[in-house]
């Protein structure tokens, strides 16, 4: 085997250590940004499809978002939403390869955020429904 095959297939073998098989510094953080993006994505589409009792709908404020579901409907809304998690995500654990601790404070506050938009689409849902 020449060099550059060492040495490349040593670089591959880094990269898939790096990866997949080392642990993440934030993992419980990262599972309850996921959590909380899940559950805004679930009231977003249970508010969607619910009709108000005086014949309205809701609609979504976002206007990328409601972009995305004008144009492609549940499914473009899903994709843009879950893309733009992985995204955050990916970002925020590069940066705690350099900083930890900012990387746990975005992590903290990125899903808070998450907790009050469910908080405030289960009071929408609450407020406007004679069903609940």
């Given at each position: 085997?020449?060099?550059?095959?060492?040495?490349?297939?040593?670089?591959?073998?880094?990269?898939?250590?790096?990866?997949?098989?080392?642990?993440?510094?934030?993992?419980?953080?990262?599972?309850?940004?996921?959590?909380?993006?899940?559950?805004?994505?679930?009231?977003?589409?249970?508010?969607?499809?619910?009709?108000?009792d005086?014949?309205?709908?809701?609609?979504?404020?976002?206007?990328?978002?409601?972009?995305?579901?004008?144009?492609w409907?549940l499914?473009g809304?899903?994709?843009?939403?879950?893309?733009?998690?992985?995204?955050?995500?990916?970002?925020?654990?590069?940066?705690?390869?350099?900083?930890?601790?900012?990387?746990?404070?975005?992590?903290?506050?990125?899903?808070?955020?998450?907790?009050?938009?469910?908080?405030?689409?289960?009071?929408?849902?609450?407020?406007?429904?004679?069903?609940?």
């Amino acid at each position: 085997m020449s060099a550059t095959a060492r040495t490349s297939r040593s670089r591959l073998e880094t990269v898939w250590h790096t990866l997949f098989l080392r642990d993440l510094p934030l993992e419980k953080e990262t599972s309850l940004f996921i959590l909380a993006s899940s559950l805004d994505l679930f009231m977003t589409c249970i508010l969607l499809h619910h009709q108000v009792d005086g014949g309205g709908h809701f609609y979504e404020s976002n206007p990328v978002a409601g972009y995305f579901l004008s144009g492609w409907g549940l499914r473009g809304l899903v994709c843009y939403k879950f893309i733009l998690v992985a995204f955050l995500a990916t970002l925020i654990h590069y940066i705690a390869s350099e900083r930890l601790n900012a990387a746990h404070r975005l992590f903290c506050f990125a899903t808070l955020s998450g907790c009050a938009a469910v908080l405030y689409s289960f009071t929408l849902l609450l407020g406007y429904s004679a069903l609940l």
